[in-house]
């Protein structure tokens, strides 16, 4: 295995006290920074305390980075503001729009892939770097269905992105798994056209049908699908990778969440063996 690979999961209040008690087998944990905004100073001195004793990678929620309308001005300085006071090693948001026409709407939506969203997505992510002094990592985001007003694939609209960007692709593989089931295609031919020179974080999380459709709710066990994606995303990419295990409710006892963690550690020494061979 690549000696730089990290394993680590999401912070969740439910799950701190088992998190310090098995510091042993986490390398990194990933924080929610919008829970954060608006915390007490003591809370946020509890994030700065973990992050000197563990690396902490801070991860958004609000931003909509692919927002083609001003981004949340408030919003992204809470975010500098955080990582200014936390430290964290990196910070990510989603490449998705979150508002129109001064509306939230509540949801992260994958934005249509067109020249409009690319264009918005470079300078937003531009912009955000310039405020809270580091290149984001930007993350594909689940939907249900084709963006209306896309014209091209989301493969090539990414490639197009980060030609024109220094941030990293913070890759999701059950976002991967979730579309290919909701548009019909196939999920391992459509990671290996993804620029995964660019990526440096991925997550791994589970989902449930609702009838003929997967919805990525992080309520459920990693399936063995993923796994499979982070082999083949491993043999690909000979750079380090931080894999983060994402849940967030229906928690299972720790031993069940260290479990996957060393399931994605296995998937990946596999697929950092087809690299040595």
């Known amino acids: 295995m690549n000696g730089g690979d990290r394993f680590g999961i999401g912070w969740r209040p439910e799950l701190a006290a ?19 905004f608006r915390a007490a100073p003591k809370q946020v001195r509890a994030i700065r305390m973990l992050a000197r004793q563990l690396p902490v990678t801070l991860h958004g929620v609000g931003l909509g980075l692919a927002t083609t309308c001003a981004l949340d001005t408030e919003r992204l300085d809470s975010m500098a503001r955080l990582a200014d006071a936390v430290c964290p090693e990196s910070w ?38 310039a405020r809270v002094g580091l290149a984001p990592q930007l993350e594909n985001v689940a939907t249900f269905f084709d963006p209306p007003g896309s014209t091209v694939g989301e493969p090539e609209w990414l490639q197009s992105l980060f030609a024109g960007t220094p941030a990293g692709l913070l890759l999701d593989l059950h976002n991967v798994y979730t579309n290919s089931v909701n548009l019909g295609y196939d999920a391992m031919a459509f990671l290996r056209r993804l620029p995964l020179d660019r990526v440096q974080l991925v997550h791994i999380a589970g989902g449930r049908m609702i009838g003929e459709k997967l919805l990525d709710d992080h309520l459920h066990d990693v399936p063995d699908v993923v796994y499979e994606l982070l082999r083949e995303t491993a043999a690909l990419t000979p750079q380090p990778l931080t894999v983060i295990l994402e849940r967030d409710g229906r928690y299972p006892q720790i031993p069940e969440l260290l479990k996957q963690l060393d399931w994605a550690r296995r998937a990946v020494e596999e697929g950092r063996s087809r690299i040595a061979a």
Not at 18 to 36: C, G, K, N, P, Q
Not at 97 to 126: C, K, Q
């Open 92 to 129: 990510s948001e989603h490449l998705a729009f979150v508002r129109a026409g001064g509306i939230e709407i509540g949801h992260l939506a994958a934005p249509p892939r067109n020249e409009a969203t690319l264009e918005a997505a470079r300078r937003n992510a531009s912009t955000a770097a």
């Open 18 to 36: 088992a998190i310090f008690t098995h510091l042993d087998r986490i390398d990194v944990v990933e924080v929610i920074a919008d829970d954060y």
